[in-house]
């Protein structure tokens, strides 16, 4: 049985209105589609399970033919925040001679954002780019560009809009901020 929804007076506090995020998912929408105008198509990457509210707004703004892919990846496979990260699902396309734009709901670390860069890299599409909703500045380790990002955030541990913390609070409409002083995050994305 899934837990039962947050109650009222237990709703983490916010960080990041709904407002705030969907103006701009907007934004962010109308510069990559006009930064693309002349790609022909893109394919968007989703990595699950935290990006998939994010791309679904992010896709529906777009003007440009797009496509939809998603791959999960898990990271803290020990509960701590190891850095290591491992493929748990690849996406069926083929993305060679393509134009890809990996989508992401929070970049920590940066570590999974490395770790996908370079595995798709490698698979030789026409170009290569990141956009993330929310980065955590002062946590950032490993060299990623963010073409597009929504917002820098404080180190604390946040949930909602697809961020989860032990698969709770995922499908709340803003971006809050979850008390807790334990170290771990989920295990799947
Ligand atoms: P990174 O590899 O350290 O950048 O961590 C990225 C992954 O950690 C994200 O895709 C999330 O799954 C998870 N994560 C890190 N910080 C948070 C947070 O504040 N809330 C929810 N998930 C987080």
Same mark, same amino acid.
């Given at each position: 049985?899934?837990?039962?929804?947050?109650?009222?007076?237990?709703?983490?506090?916010?960080?990041?209105?709904?407002?705030?995020?969907?103006?701009?998912? #907007?934004?962010?929408?109308?510069?990559?589609?006009?930064?693309?105008?002349?790609?022909?198509?893109?394919?968007?990457?989703?990595?699950?399970?935290?990006?998939?509210?994010?791309?679904?707004?992010?896709?529906?703004?777009?003007?440009?033919?797009?496509?939809?892919?998603?791959?999960?990846?898990?990271?803290?496979?020990?509960?701590?925040?190891?850095? #290591?990260?491992?493929?748990?699902?690849?996406?069926?396309?083929?993305?060679?001679?393509?134009?890809?734009?990996?989508?992401?709901?929070?970049?920590?670390?940066?570590?999974?954002?490395?770790?996908?860069?370079?595995?798709?890299?490698?698979?030789?599409?026409?170009?290569?780019?990141?956009?993330?909703?929310?980065?955590?500045?002062?946590?950032?380790?490993?060299?990623?560009?963010?073409?597009?990002?929504?917002?820098?955030?404080?180190?604390?541990?946040?949930?909602?809009?697809?961020?989860?913390?032990?698969?709770?609070?995922?499908?709340?409409?803003?971006?809050?901020?979850?008390?807790?002083?334990?170290?771990?995050?989920?295990?799947?994305?």
């Amino acid at each position: 049985m899934a837990d039962p929804p947050p109650a009222e007076h237990d709703l983490p506090p916010v960080l990041i209105s709904e407002e705030a995020i969907v103006q701009r998912v #907007a934004e962010l929408a109308g510069q990559i589609s006009s930064d693309y105008a002349q790609a022909g198509e893109i394919v968007l990457v989703g990595v699950l399970k935290g990006a998939f509210i994010f791309l679904a707004d992010l896709a529906r703004r777009l003007t440009i033919e797009r496509r939809v892919e998603f791959i999960a990846l898990s990271s803290y496979p020990s509960g701590a925040r190891s850095g #290591a990260v491992r493929l748990l699902m690849d996406m069926r396309c083929d993305i060679r001679g393509r134009h890809v734009l990996v989508v992401e709901d929070i970049v920590d670390t940066g570590s999974t954002l490395r770790y996908l860069l370079d595995m798709l890299g490698a698979r030789e599409p026409a170009s290569l780019r990141c956009c993330a909703l929310v980065r955590k500045k002062e946590r950032l380790r490993s060299e990623v560009e963010i073409r597009y990002l929504g917002f820098d955030i404080p180190d604390r541990w946040v949930v909602g809009y697809g961020l989860d913390y032990r698969e709770r609070y995922r499908t709340l409409p803003y971006i809050g901020i979850m008390d807790t002083s334990e170290e771990d995050g989920p295990q799947d994305g």
